[in-house]
């Protein structure tokens, strides 16, 4: 069983940054997910271990960066230029193949962390 623990959430004011850090008890290819009230979950991010192929959703491209360190099996998402329409709660998500957009495609789910950004 694939353990996630997210860190690195909380409140930042706008054009902010924050860093969100998801360790994993194996390696997979790993995603970042959103949901804000209301809201259905959304793909924000993903990377493949092999090769570091990343994946953004067009609307955090240029702003967030995806990364891993696989020596720690850890995954992170930098996140700048935050805006409040980024505010949700923020999941680290895992699987198997390569990435997916697709949250259906990961088996394996952090608990989540708030990410709240202020006007």
């Known amino acids: 069983q694939v353990q996630l623990v997210e860190s690195g959430g909380g409140l930042v004011q706008a054009g902010g940054s924050l860093r969100l850090s998801c360790a994993a008890s194996?390696?997979?290819?790993m995603a970042w997910f959103r949901q804000a009230p209301g809201k259905e979950r959304e793909f924000v991010a993903a990377i493949n271990w092999i090769g570091s192929h990343t994946y953004y959703a067009d609307s955090v491209k240029g702003r967030f960066t995806i990364s891993g360190d696989n020596a720690r099996n850890t995954v992170y998402l930098q996140m700048n230029s935050l805006k409040p329409e980024d505010t949700a709660v923020y999941y680290c998500?895992?699987?198997?193949?390569?990435?997916?957009?697709?949250?259906?495609?990961?088996?394996?789910w952090g608990q989540g962390t708030q990410v709240t950004v202020s006007s």
């Open positions: 998500a895992a699987r198997d193949y390569n990435s997916s957009p697709y949250s259906d495609d990961y088996p394996y």
């Open positions: 194996s390696t997979y290819a």
